[in-house]
């Protein structure tokens, strides 16, 4: 069973860090562009961040540029989301995901930012920013 397993997320003061992580099991990520979203209450998903399967190419929603990081660990079947310099307006459910990339090393190059792309999501973690 393919499932993904977030965790990390909590309540933390303005200004402060939180590592998110999201763990993969039944498959392996190695051949998937992964990525993050995240929901509040009242609002849409929106896409936070995303790394393609090779190459390491990422991208970053305007928001939450220079204070979060994408990363991922393919040994460890893991993916990660550092966030610093939280802000209130970050407050949401975070949502890893993973879309299957192929063979193809063009298409693997290729981050996503798109709900559409990704096939495969966790359960969500919450982050609650507030004083």
């Known amino acids: 069973q393919l499932q993904l397993v977030e965790s990390g997320g909590g309540l933390v003061q303005p200004g402060g860090s939180l590592r998110l992580s999201c763990a993969a099991s039944?498959?392996?990520?190695?051949?998937?562009?992964i990525a993050w979203f995240r929901q509040a209450p009242g609002k849409e998903r929106e896409e936070v961040s995303c790394?393609?399967?090779?190459?390491?190419?990422?991208n970053y929603a305007d928001s939450v540029k220079g204070r979060f990081t994408i990363s991922r660990d393919n040994a460890k079947n893991t993916m990660y989301l550092q966030m610093n310099s939280l802000k209130p307006e970050d407050s949401a459910i975070y949502y890893c995901?993973?879309?299957?990339?192929?063979?193809?090393?063009?298409?693997?190059?290729?981050?996503?930012?798109?709900?559409?792309?990704?096939?495969?999501w966790g359960q969500g973690t919450q982050v609650t920013v507030s004083s």
């Open positions: 790394i393609s399967s090779i190459g390491g190419n990422t």
């Open positions: 995901a993973a879309a299957y990339r192929g063979l193809d090393s063009y298409a693997r190059s290729l981050c996503l930012m798109t709900t559409r792309n990704y096939a495969y």
């Open positions: 039944g498959f392996t990520l190695d051949y998937y562009a």
